[in-house]
Structure formats: C-alpha cells, structure tokens
C-alpha cells in the first residue's frame, strides 16, 4: 500500500495544488460578480453553466484522453483553466464569463477523467478503497485551503485571478516532471436513467436533487454572505465551515447508514438539514458569526452527504456488473441538477431577496423527504446486512467510479514491453519466427519470454499448442509460469493447454487448475475433471478449494446478483464431476463440498442416491441370476453412513437428505431412521453443551424445554414423511422412533394415531375400514409404544385416545393388565390427565384441533 501511494505522490502533489485554485475561484468568481454588480440571478445562470461543462466534459471526455493519452489530456485542460480563469480580468461581461465557466466545466471534467482513470489503472483491488481515501483526502484539503486564499488581495482586484491561474499552471508541473505513464482508458456503456429510475426511484430522485442543492448551496453561499456584510477572512472562514463539514459529516453519516436502513437516515438529514438551514437566516441578522458559522457547517455537511447516500441507495439495487454503467446515468442525474440549482436558486434570491437561499434548499429538501417517505410505504427496506457500503465522495460529479470498492475491479493490463510488440507485429506476417523469437528470449530471459509468447498467443493464425510445446522445451522448469501466462491470453484454450500440461507434469496440473478456475469460473468444472483425471487422489482437495472459493462468492454476492445465483447447481455438477472420476472417494468429496455449501447437499444426495438405484438393481439381478446379496448390503450400509456423514456436515438439511435415501431406498427406513435420530441427538447434545454456561447462568429451564420440543417436533416431522412414504410401516417406524427418544411417546402416539384414524375415515389405503380394526390398531399401538417406553403409558393412551376416543374402553383394559386392581386408578386417571395432557401438546406442536380433545377429555 505505501508503495502504491508513494508511486501517486506526484499526481497527489498536482490534485492539491489544482484544488487550491479550484476553492479560490469557487468563492472568487460569485464574489466578483456582485460586486460588479450583476444581478443574483444573472449569478445563478453563469454559475450554473460550470455544470454544463462539466456534464459535456464526463460524456466526451474519455474519447479524447483515448485519442491523445492522460498526460497531454492533464497539462491541457489545466492550461485551458488557467486561460479561461485569466480571460476572466478581460471584462466583467455576464456572457463572456458563462462562455468561459463552460470551457472550465469541460475542462475539469476532462481532468478528472485523465486522474481518476490514472489512479484505478495504478490500485488493485485491496489498495483501491484507501487510495480513493487519499484521494478525498486531498481534494478536501486543497477546496478548504483554497478559501483562506482569498484574504491574499481584495476581490476586486485582479491579483487572485491571476493567483489562480498560476495555481492551475503550477499543478501540471509535479506530473509532467514525473515518470509516470498513463494507462489504456476503458469505456463503458452508460444504463439508461430510466432503466435505472425503474430499478432504483430513490436514487436517481435523491441524485438529482443533491445536484441542485450542492451547487445551489456552494455557488452561491458568497452572495448570501455578502448581503450580511460577511467579507474578508470571515468570508473565507465561512466558506471554509461549509467545506469542513462536507468533508467530516460524511464519516458519521457513512457509519449511521451502514447500520440503519439507508432511507430512514437520509429523511432525517432532509428534515434536520432543512430546520438548521432556515435558523441561519435570523441568526445572520443578529450578527451571531459564531453561530450561522457552526449551522452552515452542519447544513453544508448534510447536503454533500446526499450524493454519496443516493449512489449507495442505487448500488443497494444493482447488481455488481451494473454498478459501473448505472454510474453515467447517476452524473447525467446530478448534472443536470448541478445547472438547474444555481439558477433557480438565484431567481428565488432575485424576487425575495438573498436570505431565501436556504427557504428555497428547505423547500426543495422537503419535497425530496416526501418523496422518500412514499418510497418507505411502497417498498420494503433492503435488510441492513445486505446494503452497500457508504463510499465518501470527495467532489459529486467524478468521471469515474473504478476506485470505488463497491464495484466490480477488472484488473488492468500492463503495457507490453517493446520485445512483445516487435514480436506481435513479426507474428503477423511470419509466425514462425515469432515462435522462434520467443524460444530464443525464454533461454535468455524467461520472464520476458514467457510475456512475449502470451503476447504472440493472442495474434490470430498462431499454432498456440505448437507454440506452447516449443515453450515447454526452452524451459521447462518455467511451464507453470508459461501454462498461466498463455492461459490468461486464449482463455477458450484454457482445456486443451491444461489438459496437454497433465501428460507432460501429471503432479503440477492441480495448483494451474485451481487458479484457471479461479479466474475463470466457467471453467471450473472442466478444470476439477482434468485435474482429477491427473491425480484421482486430488478429488477431496480440488473439491475442498472450489466449494470453498464457491461459498465465500455465494456470501459476498450482493442481493440484485442473487436471482442469478447458480452456486448450487455449480456445486453439484462439481461434485458430480469429482466422483465420477473418483468413485471411491464420492462420500469424502460429498461431504467435503456440504461443509462449504450445506444448501447443496439434498441436491447431491439425489444425483448420489439415482446413481445407487442402478448398481443395486443390477447388483439385484446379479443376485437372481445366482450371486450373493452380500454386495447389496454393502450399498445399504453405504447409504446409510451417506446419511450420517452428510447430517453431520449439514445439519439443517439433515432431515431432507435422510428422506431422500429413504425415497431411493425404501427398506433402509428403520436404519435410517435410527442414524438420523441419532445424529439429531448429537446436535441437541452439541448444541447443549454450548449452551450450559448460559442456562446456569439465567437459571431457568427454558432453553432445555425448547431443545426437548425442537427434538420432538423434528421426531413428529420425520413421522409423517416416512408415512407418507410408506404408511404401512408408520406402526414399526413409531417404536424405533420411541426406543431412540423415549420422551417423545406421547406425540408420537398422537401422530400415528392421527395418521391412523385419517386411513380409516377416508379408506383410500385397503385396509378395513370397520371399527373393530381401528380399535384393534389402537390398542397395539398403545401396547407397541408402551413396551418401550413403560413411563409415559398413560400419556401414550390419552393421545391416542384423542384421536379415536372410541376405543377407550379398550385401550383401558390394555394398559391395566397384570394390574386389575388399579383399572379404576387408569380410569380416573386419564379422566382427569387426558385434558390436560391434550392442551399441553397443542400448545407444543401448534396443533388447533378443538373438536378432539373435548372427545378425548369425555
């Protein structure tokens, strides 16, 4: 990073220096006018052509600095700034002056454009936030400094013209005197303002009213001052306040609306923004310096946080490739407010004097906080996690937006050394020797060859794959170096190359396949296959990187990317391609992918369990046609580990992926069921433990009740799937569900015996539908889950009980036998328990069913 910053240091010099003239003449040229007595709105008008300016100059600016490189683009706007800013001490004409802020606005945002393109060629995409930072930061300082300047000679003379221009002449010359050489500009096609409007309305309304307010405000703060006789270094001072506080309220405004929901944030600002600016009027009357002194600063810091808020506001619904595009319409929005606020500012200072300044900015803030309000009504707040970062914004209208970190970084290509090019230009008429040219410079220089042989790779008619075995021969201990070097310039032969590197270095494939898919993430799956294919033991580490590379993408995507989002889907084909090249190791690589990607694991326990059907069908018919089944029981016992490795890896989708084995493999039921409870348990067990400190510490036995019901509803859950499945094996599914949580007796009583008593009524199952058989089904049921779980046998009949209230004389004389003389007690016992032991479990399952518990209470 300190290299990075100190490689800038001379483009930094020459910012500061430029923005020391820009502040002077900011409040200079207002300044002037009225004492030339213009009238205020004339002032306005030629205020706002500086925006008209700057707006032409951000749509054609990135052709010319194309056409005539950055450094010539930077000396000569700032020359035609010093020129125009000179022309200004020709004649206090009103029309010669908006000519020439015009040709300033043009050329400034001309040099802004050579800078800040200047600045993301030279960041990479760890470096960019902060040197954007930096960047600010001397904008900032140099727009505050500028102010005190003024206070150097009296604004009617023409020393500070002439102060400004030598301060424009002086900023070229840190750069011009430097090594540095500008990069290659890329454009880019700017999205439609009503396409964005469509996706963001706040946005660009928020955009284009801070354009209007931010001009008005700083424009023409100089003829508010002067109508309260605030003039020499009290003007400065004053204008200083208001750059101070657009520099510094952008860091607690940043902070509040990273943790709050954005719009609430920016309707505050508007509405406090709005009360402080109308309390300056009558505290300028009164002369209390001090005072409007502090409330411009906060007002002025206020305003220029809108602009920042509404590009974060869009960003919010952008996705991450739009962000660069959506950025032309967000400075067409703020230009055009930019030349709109000055003058309609000026025509309300005309009419009701200079004081209105800030009624027209509360007025207009306050139809931008109504406007946000209705958008609070129509649309849900973004969750705070998901909102973008508030980036600080130095000056509104920028030409580029590639040093924000919010953006998608493209990192820049280096210009080719003069061997490339003269290689490249041979290429073309003679490939041959363009090949023999970059063996020759691999022998000598490797580094260099190896960039003269991408170089080559790219021009059209060259044999790539001849021209990388020729590469492999000069250097061989190079070819890591080389694979990635050609790789990156034919990316569409990225299989062939890697795939040719596997027959030459089988153990060197793995680390240049990880980084092409890394890269290139369409070609991660090819890249796992050929890897795999190389070293099939590499399965599980290829697969740990890729699911790991996927997970952290899948949780840095940004809400408007994750309707796009395919990572699931990536993770399957993945996993898929890894054990099909190494079928041995498909539960490893499975598992290994679900620790990373957990939503991935029903999916590929479906791809997995398809696969399993056909082995064991024809494992199946191997054994008809006089083998063993002993191999089929090996896949059984296979399936089941898959369950308990998989839940393990992924608990919440432990239910889900168990209940696909079962669909694929219905006889393994109980098995399952046992290793599914079982890993259930763990969890609860895991999760207990976790929390045992804090339960003894609040001293209350709710943590463990909720613990205890999530495992019975997830008991109850498991019930009904499995019947559904298969509900003549819901009887023998209950008892192992009892035997492997015994506390969960009576709602799976309550459950098999719902699920019962509904096969009765509809009679859609072949069973018998007669009363006597559901009474019978009763008490077994009774008698099965009372074996196993002989403490909760009264809570056992009064469930079921609830469900087929007709069988409970039956179900009485069951649970009394071999202890006759207490039939009575049963008696009065589920007489006086079954209510209560009915609205218990209600109130535990969410169960609603009125009508069954007062036949179960009779």
């Known amino acids: 990073m300190r290299k990075a910053l100190l490689s800038l240091f001379a483009l930094f010099s020459s910012c500061i220096i430029l923005y020391l003239g820009v502040g002077l003449m900011n409040i200079l040229v207002p300044s002037r ?3 030339e007595g213009i009238s205020t709105d004339t002032i306005g008008l030629v205020l706002s052509m500086y925006f008209v300016g700057m707006l032409t100059g951000a749509i054609y600016s990135k052709q010319l600095v194309k056409r005539v490189g ?19 001490t020709l004649d206090a004409n009103a029309l010669l002056w908006g000519v020439l802020r015009v040709l300033l606005g043009f050329s400034h945002a001309c040099l802004l454009t050579a800078m800040e393109s200047w600045l993301s060629d030279s960041a990479t995409e760890e470096t960019r936030g902060k040197i954007l930072a930096v960047y600010n930061a001397c904008i900032m300082g140099g727009l505050f400094g500028g102010q005190f300047l003024m206070g150097i000679a009296e604004p009617s003379d023409n020393m500070l013209f002439v102060l400004v221009g030598i301060l424009f002449c002086m900023a070229t010359l840190p750069v011009l005197f430097s090594r540095s050489q500008g990069p290659v500009i890329e454009t880019v096609a700017p999205m439609s303002i009503i396409s964005l409007y469509r996706i963001s309305p706040l946005g660009v309304v928020t955009c284009l009213t801070s354009g209007a307010v931010y001009s008005a405000l700083f424009n023409l703060l100089p003829v508010f001052a002067a109508e309260f006789h605030i003039s020499g270094f009290q003007l400065s001072l004053f204008m200083g306040c208001a750059i101070l506080g657009a520099f510094s309220l952008q860091f607690p405004v940043g902070a509040l609306s990273d943790r709050f929901d954005r719009r ?21 009357a009164m002369e209390m310096m001090t005072s409007i002194f502090i409330l411009c600063g906060l007002t002025s810091g206020m305003v220029a946080c809108y602009y920042p808020l509404s590009v974060a506001e869009a960003f919010d619904k952008l996705k991450k490739s739009e962000m660069v595009a959506a950025m032309g319409s967000m400075l067409l929005a703020f230009g055009v407010g930019g030349a709109i606020g ?28 109504l406007f946000t309000v209705y958008r609070m009504t129509v649309s849900k707040a973004l969750p705070v996690a998901d909102q973008e970062d508030f980036v600080m914004q130095g000056e509104a209208l920028t030409t580029s937006v590639h040093l924000d970190p919010r953006t998608e970084y493209t990192e820049p290509e280096a210009p080719l ?27 000598t220089n490797p580094e260099r060859g190896t960039e003269v042989a991408a170089a080559v790779a790219k021009v059209p008619g060259i044999d790539v794959m001849r021209l990388y075995e020729v590469m492999k021969e000069a250097a061989p201990y190079q070819i890591l170096e080389i694979t990635r070097a050609i790789v990156k310039a034919k990316p569409e032969l990225a299989a062939d190359l890697v795939s040719r590197l596997a027959e030459w270095y089988p153990q060197q494939v793995i680390p240049v396949a990880i980084e092409v898919g890394r890269v290139f993430p369409e070609m991660r799956i090819e890249m796992a296959r050929i890897a795999v294919a190389s070293a099939p033991e590499s399965a599980t580490q290829v697969a740990e990187y890729y699911s790991r590379l996927i997970a952290e993408e899948r949780e840095s995507m940004r809400p408007a990317d994750r309707e796009d989002d395919t990572s699931e889907s990536d993770a399957l084909s993945m996993a898929t391609e890894l054990w099909d090249a190494n079928p041995d190791q498909a539960l490893d690589i499975a598992v290994t992918v679900a620790e990373s990607l957990p939503e991935s694991a029903v999916a590929m326990t479906e791809e997995y369990m398809s696969h399993y059907e056909s082995e064991t069908d024809n494992e199946t018919s191997d054994a008809d046609s006089g083998g063993t089944a002993e191999s089929e029981e090996h896949d059984y016992h296979d399936a089941v580990e898959w369950v308990s490795r998989l839940s393990e890896a992924a608990p919440d989708q432990a239910m889900d992926v168990a ?7 219905p006889e393994s039921m109980y098995e399952v069921t046992e290793e599914y409870l079982s890993a259930t348990e763990d969890e609860n067990e895991t999760v207990a433990d976790d929390d045992e400190t804090q339960t003894v510490v609040a001293g209350s036995d709710s943590d463990d009740a909720e613990t205890v019901l999530d495992e019975h509803e997830k008991a109850i859950e498991w019930l009904t799937r499995m019947s559904e499945l298969s509900p003549e094996m819901s009887l023998n599914l209950a008892v192992k569900i009892v035997e492997a949580v015994p506390e969960s007796a009576q709602y799976v009583a309550a459950e098999v015996a719902r699920l019962l008593h509904e096969s009765y009524q509809t ?41 087929i209230p007709e069988a409970a004389s039956d179900v009485v004389d069951a649970i009394s036998v071999g202890a006759e003389s207490r039939e009575g007690e049963w008696v009065d016992s589920i007489d006086r328990d079954s209510e209560k032991q009915v609205d218990n479990r209600h109130d535990q399952l969410g169960d609603n069913s009125e009508d069954k518990r007062g036949e179960a209470g009779r």
């Open 417 to 443: 050394s003069s061997e490339a090019e003269m290689a490249m230009s041979i290429a073309e008429s003679d490939p041959a020797t363009a090949v023999k040219l970059a063996r020759a410079l691999t022998i």
């Open 342 to 369: 000055p003058y309609t500012a000026s025509l309300v200072m005309s009419a009701f004097g200079s004081s209105s300044l800030f009624y027209f900015l509360a007025v207009t803030q306050t139809f931008l906080a």
């Open 659 to 665: 209940a696909t084995v079962v669909e694929a493999v």
């Open 70 to 88: 950055h450094i010539r683009v930077f000396a000569g706007s700032l020359a035609i700034e010093a020129i125009c800013i000179l022309a200004f």
């Open 763 to 803: 009679d859609n199952t072949g069973l018998n539908a007669e009363p006597a058989s559901e009474i019978r089904d009763a008490v077994e049921l009774v008698n099965r889950l009372r074996e196993v779980s002989p403490d909760s046998a009264e809570e056992v009949a009064v469930a079921v009980l609830e469900n």
């Open 33 to 35: 006018m009225g004492l």
């Open 264 to 284: 609430t944030i920016l309707l505050g600002l508007l509405l406090l923004s709005s009360v402080l600016g109308i309390a300056i009027v009558p505290l300028a």
